[in-house]
Structures are given as structure tokens and as C-alpha cells.
């Protein structure tokens, strides 16, 4: 199945940000990530009075849109750029952020295994890039992991339990909210270094 179309939102007191629905056109500011949405096309700030697990998944959604969005108009050179001692680097977490959908949700709602999934075992190796591991192709794997986590969590509500993660059996409620944390951190660090990225040309 292939990915749904970015859309845009505004994000109130932000500079608008104008593309077609299909093209992600970001500003060229520095640091600049915009608020954008890669499923319903509405933003946190429209689902104020729905039920909890839509509130939720609207964060979701706008956390895994800034991490695909930060990609964004960079070079492949400047996406695979190391700024700091550790392996981050923006493709990095993009991939890396595939990887934690795919744990969260594909290993602990279906129970598939990470092997099988063609999954490091450990969360640190998800940040090694390989040769062949491009902006398209990254940002192509983050979307259909996306997708793949909607679709695994739709029927279910916030109190049910999975039972495929290693931990053990986790309310879907802590689930989403350890992936938002997660989501939260890795589009902080992605501002930074996009910001030093840009910054230095």
C-alpha cells in the first residue's frame, strides 16, 4: 500500500508554508520544521474535544511528520552529516524512527518478531546508515512504517494490552505515549542539527 500524501497545516504565529499536497516545499530558514501532518490533515490544535486516542494520535502523527519533513530540501551529503561524537545524523533518526515504529507497533501489536522484520537487534545499531540508504529511501521506509502502525492500532483502544513486546504485555495507552516521547526528543535533536546544517551551507 503506498504512503498517504503529505498535507499541509499552520501552526498558529508560524510562517506559512505553501506546497501542493503531494511536494513537501519546507522554508528555507534556518532550523526551520514545520508542523505538517502525513494522515487526517488536521494538526493537534483541531482535535481539542475528540476522544483521548484521537488526541493522541494527532501528536503522533505531527512528531512522525516533522521527523520525515526534516529531511527536506538538504543534500545527501548534508543528511548523512555527522555533527555530533555519537552515530546521529538526520537520516539517522529518520531511519532510526522507523525502526521504533516498527518495534512499538509492529513487534508489540502483532507480535512479529524483530529478525523477521529485517530489524537490528538493538535500538543504537537502528542509526547506522548503509550505502545504499538514500533521503527517498529512508523517508519511503518511515512513511510505510507509519502507515503499517496506524493500521495495527486502529481497531484497538487505549486500556487494550499487547502482548508482542519484549517487555511483556503494555497498555496501548503507555505504548503511545512512550513512542510520542521518543518522537518528541528525536524532532528536538533534528531541529538542532538541521539549524547547524543550514547554518554552515
Known amino acids: 500500500m503506498s504512503a498517504p500524501p503529505l498535507t499541509s497545516v499552520r501552526r498558529p504565529g508560524a510562517r ?3 506546497r501542493r499536497e503531494s511536494v513537501l516545499k519546507l522554508a528555507v530558514g534556518q532550523g526551520d520544521t514545520p508542523v505538517v501532518t502525513m494522515h487526517t490533515g488536521r494538526t493537534s490544535f483541531d482535535v481539542t474535544g475528540e476522544p483521548l486516542k484521537e488526541q493522541m494520535e494527532a501528536f503522533l502523527d505531527e512528531h512522525r511528520a ?3 519533513a526534516c529531511l527536506g530540501g538538504l543534500t545527501e551529503e548534508q543528511a548523512r552529516r555527522s555533527l555530533v561524537p555519537s552515530r546521529t545524523t538526520l537520516l539517522g533518526l529518520v531511519k532510526h524512527a522507523t525502526y521504533a515504529e516498527r518495534v512499538w507497533f509492529g513487534e508489540a501489536v502483532t507480535g512479529r518478531p524483530r529478525q523477521e522484520m529485517g530489524l537490528p537487534p ?3 545499531d537502528a542509526f547506522i546508515l548503509a550505502d545504499g540508504d538514500t533521503i ?4 519511503h521506509a518511515h512513511a510505510e512504517a ?3 502502525s496506524r493500521q495495527a492500532t486502529a481497531g484497538l483502544g487505549l486500556d487494550d494490552v ?3 513486546h519484549r517487555l511483556g504485555p503494555l497498555p496501548l495507552r503507555w505504548v503511545y505515549l512512550h ?3 521518543e518522537f518528541a526528543q528525536h524532532c528536538g535533536h533534528a531541529d538542532i542539527l538541521r539549524e547547524q546544517i543550514l547554518s554552515a551551507g
Open 16 to 18: 506559512r508554508i505553501t
Open 66 to 68: 516533522a521527523l520525515h
Open 122 to 124: 538493538n535500538a543504537a
Open 136 to 139: 527517498e529511501s529512508v523517508r
Open 146 to 148: 507509519c502507515q503499517a
Open 162 to 164: 499487547l502482548r508482542g
Open 179 to 181: 513512542a510520542l516521547r
